[in-house]
């Protein structure tokens, strides 16, 4: 089977969509699946063929996500080479939390032997923390605090630009430019390149879910990113000092026991810093502002009382998680929640059913604004911990704060169902857009 | 009431200290200063030393007597 740079192999016929009652069925429909059941005694696990790329009915990966969490607690996918899937809160924590069982060398679990290597995402200990020392302080509470005027005058001045217009797709007008201009002026780059960085990072994202179409465009964003940060380093090079601000100069001032960053350390570190940091967040802010937009007494509650937003943040991060799962590869055989794993077995952690499991939280399947004690796994667990989890919050706070200020009451533009990228990376809405009354 | 902060399961998340702004700070990386201390909990911060420890992602956080 041809498998792209990231991507998820051919697509079979999708059966995400299906009631409820047809996933205890074994289902083999990809005769090109590398996967042979022969090979392998299961110990009686139950056996399915997912492929969790294709693009959905918006909230449909949820769905699935919990059908697959309730009918078993974890079972063996035969898409690609194999992989065990976790479906449940008890497990997923523990994949995360025993980081010497679970390596991080591949992420992707339909795709064990990655030809790409984020660091420090991919990195495990005895190096990572060592890496995640360099960048830590860059994307620390502290750090976002000094960082938020800036962020809240690039948050207003698109939510002031969009306004008059009385509606606008809110993916393509905010939510890929806002979290990539305060990306930019948190690690010291121009916002004015958030113009290169939206396209690229769009173009990475539809290759990574798995589309097989977009594999060519996600390799060429690659490439993108790549020469932007390599003339980014050149020009700093001869600096005797790092530029302040500057994370790419503070890099090359940096040391890993005692040398220096390596170039291909440097390029995989930036890369998979513009990769993770802006995708991500810019999902989230479209499920939250779906549900902002739908939930009118939501919007109101926000308004009246602005310091629940980061309790309505941390809610949306649980109940709409857009890792739908996270891959690790097996690094000895071992006896896990129930199954025989072997060494170099993938398994995939579904981060996006855990964080509704009713067996962790109360009311799991409700969005509740002000839940408290709510210590959901959306930005992981363990120390794979997402790097850039305060800046996330940060913005999508002032997003909202901005948004609600200067845009209190929107709605759907559309009768038309929303549609979501696959699961393969990171749920996304593809569009959203919104209608609101121009005041002025 | 006291708080302890077991050192090697914090990992930064940044949840403790967003709950309880008057009891427990962030050091230049994000994590809590207090890691593998344990301190003592004022009368009026024991509700939010509780909210703390429910909220850590990482069950680093243990309330004792």
């Known amino acids: 089977m041809t498998v792209g740079l990231l991507g998820g192999g051919p697509p079979p016929p999708s059966s995400v969509s299906q009631a409820p009652s047809r996933v205890q069925e074994i289902e083999v429909t990809d005769t090109a699946s590398q996967y042979q059941t022969a090979e392998r005694d299961l110990g009686g696990c139950p056996v399915m063929h997912r492929d969790f790329a294709p693009e959905q009915a918006a909230g449909c990966h949820w769905e699935l996500a919990e059908e697959l969490r309730e009918t078993s607690p974890v079972f063996f996918n035969t898409f690609a080479q194999g992989y065990w899937v976790f479906t449940r809160h008890d497990a997923v924590r523990d994949i995360y939390k025993t980081p010497d069982l679970f390596s991080s060398e591949s992420i992707t679990p339909w795709q064990p032997e990655p030809i790409y290597r984020f660091v420090p995402t991919q990195i495990d200990a005895p190096d990572h923390i060592k890496y995640r020392r360099i960048v830590n302080p860059w994307f620390s509470p502290r750090e976002m605090e000094a960082a938020e005027p800036r962020m809240r005058e690039l948050c207003r001045r698109l939510v002031e630009e969009v306004e008059p217009a009385g509606g606008c797709d809110f993916v393509s007008g905010f939510a890929l430019r806002f979290p990539t201009e305060a990306f930019l002026s948190v690690?010291?780059?121009?916002?004015?390149?958030?113009?290169?960085?939206?396209?690229?990072?769009?173009?990475?994202?539809?290759?990574?879910?798995?589309?097989?179409?977009?594999?060519?465009?996600?390799?060429?964003?690659?490439?993108?990113?790549?020469?932007?940060?390599?003339?980014a380093l050149e020009e700093r090079r001869a600096d005797p000092a790092p530029r302040e601000g500057d994370l790419a100069s503070h890099l090359l001032h940096s040391t890993f026991e005692d040398r220096p960053l390596t170039d291909a350390e440097l390029l995989d570190m930036l890369t998979v810093l513009v990769l993770a940091g802006l995708d991500t967040t810019r999902a989230t802010l479209g499920y939250i502002f779906r549900h902002l937009a739908t939930h009118p007494e939501d919007r109101r509650r926000l308004i009246d009382d602005p310091e629940l937003i980061p309790s309505f943040v941390e809610e949306a991060l649980r109940f709409y998680t857009i890792v739908f799962g996270d891959g690790r590869k097996v690094t000895r055989d071992v006896e896990f929640h129930g199954v025989h794993l072997q060494r170099g077995d993938m398994v995939y952690a579904l981060v996006s059913g855990a964080n509704r499991d009713p067996r962790a939280y109360e009311r799991a399947d409700e969005f509740v604004i002000d839940r408290k004690r709510n210590n959901h796994m959306g930005f992981a667990n363990g120390p794979h911990r997402c790097l850039g989890a305060h800046l996330a919050r940060r913005e999508l706070q002032l997003a909202v704060e901005e948004w609600l200020r200067v845009i209190p009451d929107f709605r759907i533009a559309t009768d038309e169902e929303l549609s979501e990228r696959g699961g393969g990376a990171m749920m996304t809405l593809t569009s959203l857009p919104l209608v609101w009354e121009v005041t002025s | 009431m006291r708080l302890v902060v077991d050192g090697a399961s914090c990992m930064g998340h940044g949840r403790c200290y967003q709950m309880a702004p008057d009891l427990l700070s962030y050091d230049d990386e994000g994590y809590v200063t207090i890691r593998d201390q344990t301190i003592d909990v004022p009368a009026g911060q024991i509700e939010a030393a509780e909210d703390a420890e429910g909220t850590c992602p990482e069950q680093a956080i243990t309330l004792l007597p």
């Open chain 1, 187 to 231: 690690v010291g780059i121009d916002p004015a390149d958030a113009d290169l960085f939206v396209p690229w990072v769009e173009d990475f994202f539809r290759g990574f879910s798995g589309d097989p179409a977009g594999l060519e465009a996600m390799a060429k964003a690659l490439d993108g990113i790549r020469g932007y940060w390599v003339d």
